[in-house]
């Protein structure tokens, strides 16, 4: 046998392996590892997720942006007056322009950042 | 993106990557199921006993996943794996400091010569005991992952000429040992005439 067809044969010889009879076992063992790899992956990403959001609304807390709403939030109450006597619809825009406004807002704030930031780690 | 499948035996291999690309990760168990054993055939057949080489093909078929989108379809995907099987496993000795004691691991139980055993008919698996630890590393490498002798010398650490020549000394073996039966040889050569 020449050099070359022998090299052939020991590469199909290497090739040819038999299934071995915990082949599936071993294949569902990956499935799971790689499952388990997601969830852990997913956790991670949620908590940082969340931390950045709780991170960019207290950015947005010290900025003062939500005493430039409480501001905006005193005009807002003088014109829900004037609507009150319309609908009223108006009673929430009252309330969302007295002391809870702020608190909302800062809760979407982080759920907003929270969901995108998630996303983009995701992506990343 | 592929859609929605729930039957994955019926796939070729590059469309099981391309699902597994996009997380799916049933789409890379039935590649798995598929070529579970030949990796850790392969792992078996460098010396690793068998419940590292699962530990070790477990892990490359995990790396092979987290590396999906770096496999172009040019190779086979079995061919592709078994690379990153061998080059973890050859690592993994290299942590242990194994690797080094391979170059002085001594022969296995025959020597080379067109006498030796031709006869009996043996399989790779047994013929591959016979050789020297490094001869047999090399061999499997080369005809087992697909390593070039380069690709070989460089995962070993060990200079280009000294890989061929356990390559050479290890064919040298193996051709004795997996010879064809004279019988089978003379009917060859009677039924061409």
Redesign the interface.
């Known amino acids: 046998m020449s050099e070359i067809d022998f090299d052939r044969r020991l590469e199909r010889l290497f090739a040819e392996t038999p299934e071995l009879p915990d082949g599936a076992q071993f294949a569902a063992g990956i499935e799971r590892a790689l499952s388990r790899g997601w969830t852990a992956r997913r956790w991670l990403i949620g908590a940082a997720g969340v931390v950045g959001g709780v991170i960019g609304a207290g950015q947005l807390f010290a900025s003062g942006l939500f005493a430039r709403v409480e501001s905006a939030g005193q005009s807002a109450r003088v014109l829900s007056e004037g609507l009150a006597q319309v609908t009223s619809g108006a009673d929430m825009v009252s309330a969302l322009s007295g002391g809870l406004g702020p608190w909302i807002a800062g809760g979407l704030a982080i759920l907003t950042l929270a969901f995108a930031l998630s996303r983009v780690i995701e992506e990343i | 993106m592929p859609g929605v499948i729930t039957n994955f035996a019926s796939l070729h291999d590059v469309e099981l990557c391309a699902h597994a690309a996009a997380g799916e990760?049933?789409a890379?168990?039935?590649l798995?199921?598929r070529h579970?054993?030949?990796v850790?055939?392969?792992l078996r057949?460098m010396g690793a006993q068998p419940a590292e080489a699962?530990d070790v093909?477990?892990d490359a078929?995990?790396a092979a996943?987290e590396r999906i989108t770096e496999f172009r379809g040019e190779g086979t995907f079995v061919g592709w794996v078994k690379k990153i099987a061998a080059r973890l496993y050859l690592r993994r000795l290299q942590k242990a400091r194994r690797l080094a004691a391979l170059a002085e691991a001594e022969a296995g139980g025959f020597e080379a010569g067109p006498a030796a055993d031709a006869d009996k008919r043996i399989?790779?698996d047994e013929a591959l005991k016979g050789l020297a630890a490094a001869e047999r590393m090399c061999?499997?490498l080369c005809?087992?992952a697909g390593l070039s002798h380069q690709e070989a010398a460089e995962a070993l650490n060990l200079p280009l000429g000294t890989v061929k020549s356990h390559v050479k000394r290890g064919?040298d073996k193996?051709?004795a040992r997996?010879?064809?039966p004279a019988s089978a040889v003379s009917a060859g050569s009677r039924g061409n005439v």
């Open positions: 990760r049933r890379f168990g039935e798995a199921r579970g054993s030949a850790r055939y392969l057949r699962d093909a477990q078929f995990m996943f399989d790779l061999v499997s005809f087992g064919l193996l051709r997996l010879a064809p």
